[in-house]
């Protein structure tokens, strides 16, 4: 397992779980190794998977954040930031700080995570995750 404090932290993401809210479906999360984690994505229509880890470019050190890219069938790639801080659990679209993200907090047995997509000018929706596996 990585020695990587901030990148082990999401190992509570680790299964499948099932979304409700804006979007429904599930998202199945797991280690691909020490480095990235993969996240499956079936949400309605949408389909793609995600890779999460710190990013290293050629000859450099690895990233402060936690970074993404999410592939999708439709041939869209995403880039997010990933932060967990205790049980609050946030995704900003693009870098840290982006007006457009998501905030959930854990439950204390860490079954579900309720939330919501934040957008600029006042948009959004709510998120909802629980864990079936």
Request: charged share 25%; aromatic share 14%; proline share 4%.
């Amino acid at each position: 397992m990585t020695n990587d404090p901030a990148l082990q932290a999401l190992t509570r993401l680790v299964g499948t779980w099932k979304i409700t809210g804006g979007h429904e479906g599930t998202v199945t999360y797991r280690w691909l190794n020490d480095f990235f984690l993969q996240q499956d994505i079936h949400l309605g229509e949408t389909r793609g998977f995600e890779i999460i880890g710190r990013e290293r470019k050629l000859m450099a050190e690895p990233s402060t954040d936690i970074k993404s890219r999410y592939y999708g069938e439709d041939g869209s790639t995403l880039d997010y930031t990933y932060e967990l801080d205790g049980d609050t659990f946030t995704i900003w679209a693009g870098e840290r700080g982006s007006p457009a993200f998501y905030q959930g907090t854990f439950s204390p047995d860490g079954r579900t995570l309720t939330g919501a997509w934040v957008y600029p000018g006042g948009g959004g929706y709510d998120s909802n995750a629980e864990r079936v596996e």
